[in-house]
Nanobody
Framework: QVQLVDSGGGLVQTGGSLRLSCAAS????????MGWFRQAPGEGREWVAS????????HYSESVKGRCTIFRDNPKNTAHLQMNSLKPEDTAVYYC?????????????????WGQGTQVTVSS
C-alpha cells in the first residue's frame, strides 16, 4: 500500500516562500506521476502542479505558473513543491497525490493515493 506524507506548510507573509515535501513509501516511487492539489476553505480541490515519472516534464496551473516549481528525487522517494512570491489567495491545505496514469494529469479523480495535507497560510 502506497503511503504519502505531506509536510512543510506554515504561516508566511505575502511575498514569502515555502517548500512543501511529500515522502512516499510502499511502492516503486519512480512508477508514479506526482501531483499537488490544494483546497481553500469552502472551495473544491484545485490542481496546482504535476510532474512525470522521471521529472523531465512539469505542468502548472495558471494561478501558480512562474511562482512555483515542482520537482522530485526518485532515489529518496520524495516530491516537492517550491512556492515563491506567495499571495493570500494561496492560502489552502495542500495535498500531494500519486497516480500510475501518465504522462501527467490535472484531474483529481485520476490520482489513487493522497497525502494527509499540509496547511499553508499567507498573511497580507
Amino acid at each position: 500500500q502506497v503511503q504519502l506524507v505531506d509536510s512543510g506548510g506554515g504561516l508566511v507573509q505575502t511575498g514569502g516562500s515555502l517548500r512543501l515535501s511529500c515522502a512516499a513509501s510502499g511502492g516503486i516511487f519512480s512508477s508514479f506521476v506526482m501531483g499537488w492539489f490544494r483546497q481553500a476553505p469552502g472551495e473544491g480541490r484545485e490542481w496546482v502542479a504535476s510532474i512525470d515519472w522521471n521529472g523531465e516534464s512539469t505542468h502548472y496551473s495558471e494561478s501558480v505558473k512562474g511562482r512555483c516549481t515542482i520537482f522530485r528525487d526518485n532515489p529518496k522517494n520524495t516530491a516537492h513543491l517550491q512556492m515563491n512570491s506567495l499571495k493570500p489567495e494561496d492560502t489552502a491545505v495542500y495535498y500531494c497525490a500519486a497516480t500510475r496514469l501518465g504522462p501527467w494529469s490535472r484531474h483529481e479523480f485520476e490520482y489513487d493515493y493522497w497525502g494527509q495535507g499540509t496547511q499553508v497560510t499567507v498573511s497580507s
